[in-house]
């Protein structure tokens, strides 16, 4: 398997002192279900703290009260929900007119499964021209109709944990484990989409290019670090960053975050939503290394 190692500098997104919110892009993320309303409100509070100009969190409609309530700084859409809480078909007269305002979307984190959200990732696979992050149930469900990805509209960014990532490829983690680069690199070039597979040195390519993120640690290894990751990529990738350098910085970003915090929280101690206050310190501490 024949790839690039990227060793270059990482590229932050400009911030132009003349900008304003719409400089700053749009992201809209799609997440959350009935009991897992935390997933939407971290999405959506780490695209906040990744730098975009505005956050729109569409949810189905049962929890629109609980998520709006985590944070003022975002918007809050209700979309149509099925019986057990989940997104409903319905909700997709809404998305034809939501996805084309958007800088860049994400999806999964907090659905759950079924067909109806088959049907909704369907959609978005080929309607949304921007970038697309896809993770957590949105994944599992890309693992069972894999014919998805030859539909993509525009670019895609999957963002599995090795367990999810084993679902798309038909293997086991053991298996994953051990060739992590050389599997991610030939699912990402057979399918032209990057991959961020998670875990100690996640690894992110685009099936070319690979990079190994060097921040992290065992601390992160809590539910709802994936959610924050996905709405940090979201926000990056709205900020005008190619797939590529937006999970390379978000890998990297949100690593760091998770160090800082450890040293001041310890690895133990460490929650998701404690990422999101340390994103500033992380921001600083990697502009500084800029210049």
């Known amino acids: ?10 590229e932050l997104p400009a911030r132009p002192i003349e900008a304003n919110k719409g400089t700053f892009g749009r992201a809209l993320i799609l997440a959350g279900s009935v009991g897992m ?26 929890i629109q009260p609980i998520v709006a309530s985590f944070e003022p ?3 809050t859409l209700g979309l149509p929900a099925t019986i057990d809480g989940q997104f409903s078909r319905s909700a997709l007269q809404n998305l034809e007119k939501l996805v084309p305002n958007a800088s860049a979307v994400a999806c999964g984190p907090g659905w759950g499964q079924s067909d109806e959200l088959t049907e909704i990732l369907d959609w978005l696979m080929q309607n949304v021209r921007q970038a697309l992050v896809i993770d957590a149930d949105a994944l599992n469900l890309l693992a069972r109709t894999p014919g998805m990805l030859e539909q993509a509209a525009g670019p895609r960014i999957l963002t599995p944990h090795p367990g999810e ?21 030939e699912f990402a070039a057979k399918h032209r989409v990057v991959v961020l597979l998670k875990g100690a040195g996640t690894v992110i390519t685009d099936g070319t ?30 900020q005008g960053l190619d797939a590529f ?4 910085l978000g890998a990297h970003l949100h690593g760091l ?6 040293a001041d929280l310890s690895q133990p101690g460490l929650i998701a939503s ?9 921001w600083l501490q990697m502009m500084a290394k800029a210049g």
């Open 1 to 10: 398997m024949t790839y690039e190692l990227v060793l270059t500098p990482i």
């Open 37 to 62: 309303s935390g997933a939407a409100a971290l999405s959506g509070m780490a695209a906040l703290r990744g730098g975009a100009g505005l956050v729109t969190v569409a949810v189905p409609a049962p």
């Open 73 to 75: 700084s975002y918007m």
């Open 165 to 185: 990532f084993a679902r798309l490829i038909n293997s086991d983690v053991p298996t994953v484990q051990r060739q992590r680069i050389d599997l991610a690199v």
């Open 209 to 238: 290019r690979v990079a190994v993120n060097t921040t992290g640690n065992s601390g992160m290894g809590t539910g709802g670090t994936g959610d924050v990751l996905t709405g940090l990529i979201t926000a990056l990738l709205g």
């Open 245 to 248: 350098a937006a999970a390379r």
């Open 257 to 262: 975050a998770g160090d800082l915090a450890a």
């Open 274 to 282: 404690d990422l999101l206050r340390y994103f500033g310190p992380a």
